[in-house]
């Protein structure tokens, strides 16, 4: 049997599977209201389907012709996506955005620095508007950027989210292409194009997809070194991709600094040397962070603490119309198993909590990314087993980012299952992919790997659903 053709068979075996779960789910919790996640039940296999017939449509296609039909595909795919998601939030909220909260507050002040950007010809940082400053003001500022050129309008920094969004899966196969054949990465970067989930972020008017393409351009810089040896054009992208992720999320710097070290340690003949290197690494990244934090334009504003502080007092796993009066104790005791079901989380929410602030917008996205997840798994398994060999060295990297990613989020309950923290985790999952000849994982283990995902599912919608009320 050709390995693709058994890949495909077994992806759309599992959306299968995920769909008579979702159903069985829905007879158990009868009294659970369903919506934005039937669009799965069409789009996923959709979505499958596409990926497979642009596989064996660009198989011919030269290099530069398949990133071409990446580009042009993606951005048309993201451009109806922007469409199809403001006509529905402006149903539900009346407004385009989530919520009156984070991407509405992100184009408010997109604006107010585009406008005085106008008003006073000169490009500066401002104190006084909300993230004007501080260390996540990269969105706000970039979106002000496009907005200063283009116009004034949220469709602006979404259309330039999707180019960017684009961009990284071709990111995405040029790192592919460092370890694996050309097929192989093909399906990579067409996975990532088709990929609902950054399809759905790079719709939304959220920092998140900026923060991706920093973080895979960075990784990118990485693996070319490690290919091709140091040289400059590569060094060079890789100091320009760093410093703007102080500016989106912080603490997703640490990950991409101390994994290289890590490798180095865990690849280096001079362990010593090694071990120092990372030490002094480690210190100069703390040092680093706590000088800048306190110089004055990196200071977060009181209005963003305020906010941040109050939709922590006020989380819906914690307060609310939640049973679960307090999650700490779960957190502290629950850690080392939260960093090993990590591989599997976050997953689907299957149902519309009532109350909720804005639409289940991620929940047929995960439903994708869980019927690839044996193969992400198995790849994962693969690294670690040829680590040694030259070959994957770049994978050996991926994956020691990816577990300190999940180990940082694993310090958070809430950032575990969160979609959007796990974002680039789950980016870095389809880089697996590509790392295990298909046919080499067999269906029993496949099999045990799309159960436990399953569990884990059913495990997390329980919960919510219960600290909801909407089961008992």
Known sequence: MNEYTYFFGRLYGNILKIFFFILLFGVFSLYT?????????????????????????????????????LIVGGIIIRVISIYCFSELLTFYNDIPFLSHKDDYLYNASAERISQRWH???E?????????????????????????????SHWWVPR?????????????????????????????????????????TFSSLQLKDTFL?????????????????????????????????????????????????????LLKSHKRFTAIIITLLVAY???????????????????????SQADHMMNSDMSQSSARLANTSLVQLAGAPVYIIMSFFLPCPLLATLVGAETINYTAFSLVFHTALMPFMIGGAWWIVKKRK??????PFLILIVFILFKIGQSFSLMTLFSPRQSLMSLTLAILFIPCIP???????????????????????????????????
């Open 123 to 151: 490009f500066k940082l401002y104190k006084d508007i909300y993230l004007g400053i501080g260390p996540y003001s990269g969105y706000p500022n970039i979106s002000a950027m496009f907005m200063y050129i283009f116009g």
């Open 389 to 394: 060999e030259d070959s994957f060295k770049t």
């Open 119 to 121: 008003e006073y010809s």
């Open 438 to 472: 298909f046919d080499k994982i067999s269906q029993k283990v496949q099999n045990r790997v799309l159960f436990l995902a399953l569990v884990v599912t059913f495990i997390y919608n329980f919960v919510r659903l219960y600290s909801h009320g909407q089961l008992f």
């Open 33 to 69: 209201t369903y919506t934005e996640w039937i669009i799965s039940i069409l789009l996923v296999p959709i979505f499958a389907f596409v990926v497979k017939f642009w596989l064996y449509k660009t198989t011919r296609y030269s290099d530069k012709q398949f990133v071409l039909s």
């Open 284 to 306: 100069f990244a703390q040092y680093t962070w706590v000088y800048i934090s306190n110089s004055e334009f990196f200071m977060m504003n009181e209005e963003f603490i305020e």
């Open 212 to 264: 991706l393409f920093f973080c895979i351009l960075t990784l990118f810089s990485m693996a070319k070194i490690l290919h091709r040896g140091f040289r400059i054009k590569y060094l060079v992208l890789l100091l320009a991709a760093l410093p703007p992720i102080m500016f989106f999320r912080p603490a997703s710097l640490f990950p991409l600094i101390i994994g290289p070290a890590i490798y180095s």
């Open 159 to 199: 259309v330039a989210q999707s180019v960017f969004s684009v961009i990284t899966t071709t990111l995405m196969y040029g790192i592919a292409r460092t370890y694996t054949d050309r097929t192989k990465a093909r399906l990579v970067g067409i996975i990532a194009t088709c990929s609902p989930l950054l399809i």
